[in-house]
């Protein structure tokens, strides 16, 4: 699989998301690929960071590619692995064009917020416009730092349910400290000690709906 973790809105957790699927496959065996596509380079950071604190835990490859080469390196280095995931910046950018046009699943982290929610149309359209090089594309939207209370979960879910482009996973990340708390160590949440039950349980359910969804598909 190709996994792009993309939007249009920044801050909304496509980093995060990145590099926490990316390890879970790599603890499962596969070869993967991380891709930062995003101009911070956190993915990059973060990867260096984990390989020099934590040189036994299961590895990954990670490469920062920009504009185009997103597209003609990754479809050379593909082959070479089990599965692919590319953080892409916050942006419509070409880094994330470049990567659509090859991707088989894009996953777009929604905040639940008036602001970010307000980017769901741009969001579809791109998807939309992108589908007219990649029509095998599929596009999954998810809550990302959700409240513990309140209505602002419901209501944003429900506005996320709105359209047909983006479908939506009914798998939250709770707004927790454990996923800031393993990215300072270099560690996905599920390798974090002490071990946060609900943030593990959270990302192993988004991890299985898109793996799940995919692979059923196919």
Not at 96 to 117: C, E, K, T, W
Request: net charge negative.
């Amino acid at each position: 699989m190709i996994l792009v973790a993309g939007g249009i809105k920044g801050g909304s957790g496509k980093t995060t998301t990145a590099v926490n699927i990316a390890i879970l496959r790599a603890s499962q065996g596969k070869d993967v690929l991380l891709v930062d596509a995003d101009d911070q380079e956190t993915s990059a950071d973060f990867t260096a960071l984990r390989t020099e604190e934590h040189p036994d835990a299961p590895g990954y490859t990670c490469v920062k590619l920009t504009g185009p080469a997103v597209r003609t390196e990754v479809l050379r280095l593909a082959e070479r692995f089990d599965d692919v995931v590319i953080d892409t910046g916050g942006r419509d950018t070409s880094s994330q064009r470049a990567a659509l046009a090859i991707a088989d699943v894009l996953l777009i982290p929604f905040v639940p917020r008036s602001f970010d929610l307000w980017s769901l149309e741009k969001a579809a359209g791109l998807v939309d416009e992108m589908r007219t090089v990649n029509p095998d594309l599929r596009a999954h939207c998810f809550l990302n730092r959700s409240d513990p209370r309140g209505t602002d979960n419901a209501e944003a879910a429900e506005i996320l349910r709105e359209t047909d482009t983006v479908t939506f996973l009914d798998t939250p990340l709770g707004s927790r400290k454990a996923f800031s708390n393993a990215a300072a160590q270099g560690l996905a949440v599920t390798e974090l000690k002490p071990r946060d039950p609900k943030a593990v349980d959270e990302l192993t359910a988004l991890y299985r709906a898109v793996f799940d969804t995919y692979l059923i598909s196919d």
